[in-house]
């Protein structure tokens, strides 16, 4: 009965997130310039020469930029929802639910992640089928993949969630999130996967939780290592568990200095 | 907790550090090594119970208290001192569970998804609660019916106007049968028919299950349709708890009037018990002291002038009414 309410709380969000369909169909736009600017780059460095790079060529650059890109644009962008709940106040109905206020954003979350992922999936698969044609990928590697993704994306909420909850403290988190997008471009590989980096960037970013919210998973579409996948995996839930134990002590400190305007 | 309270109140305060930047460039760059907090006292020792079944008006100025009292009832802030019983619960340390025995309503926020039409709010708020269906349905059927929600629970909530969507947000609130509502500022920025519609609903709810409702508001009309009791509080003070007779007995004698008449006054108004604030041609602004004079009195002069094209006729702010209450000597 107690997830029966998160269930339901996730479900109604993907119904309001619908209501936008055109909108967000737009704003796959940006996703299919990006993926079109980067078809043509990597047709010039690794098309006709055949040029590969730690075993990435031209056909798995695309791929991986297709899984890497769908993941950073298909999450739910949360982020603006928390911070100003907390700023303006209006947790004050979250905070008065029997359900606890991170559970409740993890339900929305997922509502909408859900459908910006379907979309994103739907249209990057598209591209990069025109662009470079399919990979070879079975039906286990798709669900082990599918897998990764799924705590990439619980990854990704709570590191969002932690910074978010800053809030409480200070007037304003953009600043911490722009910081975090230019992680996830770098120490998250969204462009590249690490084997291209220097030795000591990429040791960096091994040791990062960004490299598990898109480079794990982006890279074991296109080269699947099951011997690795326990290892991979056991990371991601580890990493889960710091962010989420963080995430949780940061509400637990933040609600009791709740400072909501009167109204 | 005495079976019949529903709220226990004693010595309950609340302080806010309220970051303080000194005016200029300095200032903002003193602000950046070294913050400056001075202390707000939003609640300072405020002491009250409330009985079952009881409609209480809480009223005061901007920056009273009120609100502040009202979340730290409801759990949402914690206190810096003080205790508080809600259903027997101390809010802030039993927020959960305390949240199944009570409704709330912030006017100036909305729990409704906006993008949805309220049917699926009220779905969802029945799996929040964990509500069986053989519960819930029946209840909704109840409150669409007696709040007229039929008409629009399948139209998206960005589609309502502010009354009816207020008529959703009170009606989501009792989905769960509360015990004691909370409702904070529910008829702010609503017109005269849409005020009356909530305030009849409020006391039909409260008559018919016996739901505690604890009223803030600056509209002088919610705390007399709604109420039977008033509190007043200002600079986080209790200054005055009695019932909203003897509110308006004590001090509440006064009305405004605006009136705009089709030809200019000549001459000396003379209503016994009315004090002309402003006259200009034919608009006319009077102070009624509705203790000496009654409106019927006032309007019959009025009429005796001339044609009314136009009329107002407000009651004392809650500013005036606590400006009475310091004049009295309370």
Known sequence: MGASKYIHIGRINFLAKTAYMGDLLLGTTFYTLILFVFVQLWRVLGGPSGLVVEGFGYREMVWYLTASEAIMLGRA????????????????????????YLGFKFACYWGETAVRMLVHIAVGIAIALLAVGPIQ?????????????????????????????????????????WIYGKLLFV?????????????????????SPFNYVLYV????????????????????????AVLGALAVGLYSLGVRRLNVNGG | MDDVTAIKVRDLVKVFKVAHKRP?????????V?????DVRAVDGVTFSVEEGETVAFIGPNGAGKSTTIKMLTGILYPTSGEATVTGMTPWKQRQRLSRSIGCVFGQRSQLWYHLPPRDTFELLAHVYELPVSQWKPRLTTLADRFELRAFMDTPVRKLSLGQRMRCEIAASLLHAPRVLFLDEPTVGLDVMAKRAIRDLVLEMNREEGVTVLLTSHDVGDIEQVCRRVMVINHGHLVLDTTVAALRRDFMKSKTVRVRLDSPVEGILNIPGVEVLKRKRGNLKLLVNTATTSMDDVLAHLMQLGTIEDITIA??????????IYASGR
């Not at chain 2, 004392?316 to 606590?322: C, G, K, M, N």
């Open chain 1, 137 to 177: 990928v079975t039906a286990v590697q798709l669900g082990a993949l599918a897998v990764s993704v799924t705590l990439a994306l619980i990854l990704n909420f709570l590191i969002v969630a932690c910074i978010s909850l800053l809030a409480f403290w200070v007037e304003d988190t953009v600043p911490f999130f």
């Open chain 2, 315 to 324: 009651d004392p702010s809650t500013e005036q009414i606590i400006a009475e």
């Open chain 2, 34 to 38: 070294r913050t400056e907090h001075v």
């Open chain 2, 24 to 32: 200029g460039l300095a200032g903002s760059l003193r602000a950046i």
């Open chain 1, 77 to 100: 962008r949360i982020q603006d929802d928390i911070s100003d709940e907390v700023k303006t106040g209006a947790i004050a109905y979250s905070l008065g639910r029997p359900y606890h």
């Open chain 1, 187 to 207: 120490l998250g590989g969204l462009f590249a996967p690490v084997e291209l980096y220097p030795e000591a960037l990429a040791r960096a970013a091994r040791a």
């Open chain 1, 217 to 240: 998973p982006a890279r074991m579409l296109v080269r699947f290592d099951a011997a690795a996948w326990g290892n991979t995996i056991a990371a991601q839930l580890g990493w889960i």
